[in-house]
Nanobody
């Protein structure tokens, strides 16, 4: 299983970014997906998750109302639309699949993409 995250970058506070995670080597359409982040000196935390159909989602309290997770099963890709970004959103963002326990535990991880939000 390979996960390729992309879309990170540097933006000013209030800006937007859309992260993408392309999955190969697995039946994507039957797999839940998660987005995580890890800031320097902090533990990795779950940001958002989406079930196989897209009908069930999870958001951390810190991103509710600002981030939106979605998926395109035809493209084997999950997205994280991030709006109204804050400096505290700065972190390396990872995507994951192979759900073990909703919404926080997964078996397979991507390499991460850096998001930097300046004030």
């Amino acid at each position: 299983v390979q996960l390729q995250a992309s879309g990170g970058g540097s933006v000013q506070a209030g800006g937007s970014l859309r992260l993408s995670c392309a999955v190969s080597g697995r039946t994507f359409g039957s797999s839940a997906m998660g987005w995580f982040r890890q800031a320097p000196g902090k533990e990795r935390e779950v940001v958002s998750a989406i079930n196989w159909s897209g009908l069930s989602t999870y958001y951390a309290d810190s991103v509710k109302g600002r981030f939106t997770i979605s998926r395109d099963n035809a493209k084997n890709t999950v997205y994280l639309q991030m709006n109204s970004l804050k400096p505290e959103d700065t972190a390396v963002y990872y995507c994951a699949t192979g759900l073990r326990e909703w919404p926080r535990q997964y078996a397979y991880w991507g390499q991460g993409t850096q998001v930097t939000v300046s004030s």
